[in-house]
């Protein structure tokens, strides 16, 4: 039997399953903070993060996205002290090494999807993170770049206290925002 032709632009010939690319994806938070008197931004990051996306570029409304698994333990920022205390005091990863999202829904997918042309899309699902489960919607830009390759970056912005995250005292830190702006910045190819 002869493989179906693919349509003028390549695209509608069913639904591939992208996997993010690790090397060329991040997940990162952002928090701000008033440092020794000055304000900072502190990022931290790791390319530790895996998932899955099924998508038929020619009917992308019947888009799936797969569980997201970020490593809690990888995640750094630029100071050691710091690193320590994210991953033994807040987000406790002896105890909870990964930090999961489990999509639900998709809301905002186009009928047709263009290669090089950005989507706008929300997806809805529970974050969990140190055991505690919250139901967030994650704005998300994604691109498909090829019939293989997808780009994304989606945005988040919680409230540390509603996972009971707790930011420990430190003497040269004067206050931190109570919320935090998690981004999974990625890569997806099809295998």
Do not use: C, M, W
Request: proline share 4%; charged share 20%.
């Amino acid at each position: 039997a002869e493989e179906p032709a693919e349509n003028a632009e390549g695209q509608g010939t069913g639904t591939a399953v992208y996997e993010i690319d690790p090397a060329r994806s991040q997940a990162r938070f952002t928090i701000n903070e008033v440092l020794r008197g000055t304000p900072t931004s502190v990022v931290g990051a790791t390319n530790n993060l895996g998932g899955q996306i099924a998508l038929d570029l020619g009917d992308p409304g019947s888009a799936q996205v797969g569980t997201i698994l970020i490593n809690a333990r990888d995640i750094t920022t630029d100071n050691d002290f710091r690193n320590n205390a994210i991953a033994n005091k807040i987000l406790l990863t002896n105890d909870h090494e990964f930090i999961t999202f489990e999509p639900t829904s998709i809301a905002g997918l186009p009928d047709s999807a263009v290669i090089g042309e950005t989507y706008n899309v929300q997806i809805t699902g529970d974050l969990t993170i140190t055991g505690q489960t919250r139901e967030v919607t994650f704005d998300t830009q994604v691109t498909p770049l090829s019939e293989t390759e997808l780009a994304g970056l989606a945005a988040l912005d919680i409230l540390y206290a509603d996972f009971g995250l707790i930011i420990p005292f430190a003497r040269s830190v004067e206050s931190v925002e109570d919320n935090v702006l998690l981004e999974l910045d990625f890569i997806a190819v099809t295998q």
